[in-house]
Antibody
Framework: QVQLQESGPGLVKPSQTLSLTCTVSGGSISSGGYYWSWIRQHPGKGLEWIGYIFYSGSTYYNPSLKSRVTISVDTSNNQFSLKLSSLTAADTAVYYC??????????????WGQGTTVTVSS | QSVLTQPPSVSAAPGQKVTISCSGSSSNIGNNYVSWYQHLPGTAPKLLIYDNNKRPSGIPDRFSGSKSGTSATLGITGLQTGDEADYYCGTWDSSLSAVVFGGGTKLTVL
């Protein structure tokens, strides 16, 4: 059974870059048919998709965040990572990693991490 | 402002049935597959429905999904107090080239 676990700092200063890592266990990140995703939830708000990556390295990003986001994959360590730059208080949120099913089309996110809370504050 | 529109809240009594709507457009729901998620605060969201109406293994058949045109619906029968949660719809938006979600619906089982 595939499991995902986010890791990274819980507190980041404004203008800095957030770096989070998602470790995949119970399965290979290189197995086809999945995109590896980042999603966030602002306090009291709904879910916001940040972007996802295929094990080959191809990426899709939310257009509203694209200029500040980089998602990368490390197949040797079965991990993928998120970098979000130029942070402001508006980036304070719970950040989730998830596995997106993809069979020639997007088919939902079937495995999620528990989420990690990130606060942007000086 | 979410791309997909859901009612903020719904409620029903234990044992009853409830439906949650999700409205979009031709660039998202109209031409792509819809998924539904259950989210209890402090936990990981859970996939309930994918490809409009398919249930992952382990999801009881009390949960069902349907789609018509640019709208989708999640149905829950035999409501239990444990079903109290936030429910989200999601899909791909071909115009935005992005995954989009609804704003979420809070289900209260009275």
């Amino acid at each position: 059974q595939v499991q995902l676990q986010e890791s990274g700092p819980g507190l980041v200063k404004p203008s800095q870059t957030l770096s989070l890592t998602c470790t995949v266990s119970g399965g290979s990140i290189s197995s086809g048919g999945y995109y590896w995703s980042w999603i966030r939830q602002h306090p009291g708000k709904g879910l916001e998709w940040i972007g996802y990556i295929f094990y080959s390295g191809s990426t899709y990003y939310n257009p509203s965040l694209k200029s500040r986001v980089t998602i990368s994959v490390d197949t040797s360590n079965n991990q993928f990572s998120l970098k979000l730059s130029s942070l402001t208080a508006a980036d304070t949120a719970v950040y989730y990693c998830a596995r997106a099913q993809f069979n020639y089309y997007y088919s939902g996110m079937d495995v999620w991490g528990q989420g990690t809370t990130v606060t942007v504050s000086s | 402002q979410s791309v997909l529109t859901q009612p903020p809240s719904v409620s029903a009594a234990p044992g009853q049935k409830v439906t949650i709507s999700c409205s979009g457009s031709s660039s998202n729901i109209g031409n792509n597959y819809v998924s539904w998620y259950q989210h209890l605060p402090g936990t990981a969201p859970k996939l309930l429905i994918y490809d409009n109406n398919k249930r992952p293994s382990g999801i009881p058949d009390r949960f069902s999904g349907s789609k018509s045109g640019t709208s989708a619906t999640l149905g829950i029968t035999g409501l239990q107090t444990g079903d109290e949660a936030d429910y989200y719809c999601g899909t791909w938006d071909s115009s935005l080239s992005a995954v989009v979600f609804g704003g979420g619906t809070k289900l209260t089982v009275l």
